[in-house]
């Protein structure tokens, strides 16, 4: 079974640009999750989305978005970069997102110069 | 607000002995936990779960204790191998809005030396 698959890997943005980051979760999990990972505030959850709803978000600025497809394919979205958005981006996905394990992509590595 | 703490942020052990790590949370809601390795540049690896109806949990090298009233989790790896050497996250979940969320502790960054 293919595990989660984010795309791309690498990422070269400028301040004021957008970037689309992908994920394709495992298949059958229909629950996929985003998270910041910055040396100073760690792993943060950023959304989820099960059955093309956004059904949890965390404490992250509306530059921030995503969306979930019927398939169960995910992108996130963030407009307008700036420096502190410089991260690596990890998807994870898990069969319904209540008491279930979470399966993590290798993530997005996002640096905006 | 960090509900999630891991105090240690790194572990030197020998191979062949027992590694321990350790996490403390908060939050009482929280009702199932996680533990995950990472190596650089990669993504988490889920390593080993438990919920809160249990208090352990045992796979392979891995057993995870956890204990409820002290809303204390910990991790032990019999034999420690070099190639356990990577950073180590205890992630928990549980509440209203724990709908795909798990909160993160810091990580404890184990090496295994020969």
């Known amino acids: 079974k293919a595990g989660v698959t984010q795309t791309p890997r690498y990422l070269i943005k400028t301040r004021g640009q957008q970037v689309t980051l992908s994920c394709s979760p495992i298949s059958g999990h229909r629950s996929v999750s985003w998270y910041q990972q910055t040396p100073g505030q760690g792993l943060q959850f950023l959304f989820e989305y099960f059955s093309e709803t956004q059904r949890n978000k965390g404490n992250f600025p509306g530059r921030f978005s995503g969306r979930q497809f019927s398939n169960s394919r995910s992108e996130m979205n963030v407009s307008t970069l700036e420096l502190g958005d410089s991260a690596l981006y990890l998807c994870?996905?898990?069969?319904?997102?209540?008491?279930?394990?979470?399966?993590f992509g290798a993530g997005t590595r996002l640096s905006v110069l | 607000d960090q509900q999630v703490k891991q105090n240690s942020p790194s572990l030197s052990v020998q191979e062949g002995r027992i590694s321990i790590l350790n996490c403390d949370y908060t939050n009482s809601m929280f009702d199932y936990f996680l533990w995950y390795k990472k190596y650089p540049a990669e993504g988490p690896t889920f390593l080993i779960s438990i919920s809160s109806i249990k208090d352990k949990n045992e796979d392979g090298r891995f057993t995870v204790f956890l204990n409820k009233s002290a809303k204390h989790l910990s991790l032990h790896i019999v034999p420690s191998q070099p190639g356990d050497s990577a950073v180590y996250f205890c992630a928990a979940s549980g509440g209203t809005d724990s709908w795909g969320k798990f909160q993160f502790g810091a990580g404890t960054q184990v090496v295994v030396t020969p």
């Open positions: 994870a996905s898990s069969l319904t997102g209540r008491q279930n394990i979470q399966y």
